[in-house]
């Protein structure tokens, strides 16, 4: 089945350290993106990229990092510097930034304990 | 930033009735496009309308975008329960925008749509 696989679905974090979520394509697209959502919230941008490494951050770039050495893959990294960490993680792709209508995964739901 | 909000933040009606939902955006735009999330999920695409477009229908649904206005609406017509989600409008910058932010889709805060039986 072609679509886009983000895992893990839920993932539990100490203060401190830094976790990453993962994120694949199997739909051939170029352009990638994460969003943060907060409960009742809409989504913000972290990070997207529209081709293989290269990105940019978003709105809420602070306390993350991503690398795109993969067409199909675009992983998260949600480091100690982010000062609150705890939300809906969803990651996003589409054929390019012409075409943007966004295929979206499942999400990962990160709490920090 | 939000690019767009959307108004109203709840909406709550009954089955059979029409849900009407409205975007306002700040910058230019390429498209918008409006999408659904059921709780817990990630969003699922509904429609798309170009900047050079003033209305779009698609079954149920009819999207009408004013530039002049940086407005949008979304009317679901002969509402169901299971159209019961948060429906989000997405905007994107024109491609010849220059910068980097050629791309950059972002979303606004949401409605959430409750239909009753």
């Known amino acids: 089945d072609g679509g886009i696989t983000q895992s893990p679905k839920y993932l539990f974090r100490k203060e401190g350290q830094n976790v990453t979520l993962s994120c694949e394509q199997n739909?051939?697209?170029?352009?990638m993106y994460w969003y943060r959502q907060d409960p009742g919230q809409g989504l913000r941008l972290i990070y997207y990229?529209?081709?293989?490494?290269?990105?940019q951050k978003g709105d809420i770039a602070e306390g993350y990092s991503v690398s795109r050495e993969k067409k199909e893959s675009f992983p998260l990294t949600v480091t100690s510097a982010q000062k609150n960490p705890t939300a809906f993680y969803l990651c996003?792709?589409?054929?390019?930034?012409?075409?943007?209508?966004?295929?979206f995964g499942q999400g990962t739901r990160l709490t920090v304990v | 930033s939000q690019q767009g909000e959307e108004d109203p933040q709840a909406l709550s009606i009954q089955e059979g009735e029409n849900a009407t939902m409205n975007c306002s955006y700040k910058?230019?735009?390429?498209?918008l496009q409006w999408y659904r999330q059921n709780s817990g999920r990630g969003l699922v695409h509904l429609i798309l309308?170009?900047?050079?477009?003033r209305e779009k229908h698609s079954g149920r649904l009819r999207v009408t975008l004013d530039t002049s206005k940086k407005s949008s609406s979304l009317l679901i017509t002969a509402s169901r329960a299971a159209d019961t989600a948060s429906y989000f409008c997405?905007?994107?910058?024109?491609?010849?925008?220059?910068?980097?932010?050629?791309?950059?889709?972002?979303f606004g805060q949401g409605t959430i749509l409750t239909v009753h039986p």
């Open positions: 990229s529209q081709i293989v490494n290269d990105f």
């Open positions: 996003a792709s589409s054929i390019n930034h012409v075409n943007t209508e966004a295929f």
């Open positions: 910058t230019s735009i390429n498209n």
């Open positions: 309308i170009r900047s050079n477009e």
């Open positions: 739909l051939n697209h170029d352009a």
């Open positions: 997405a905007t994107d910058p024109p491609y010849n925008a220059g910068g980097t932010s050629y791309g950059k889709l972002t």
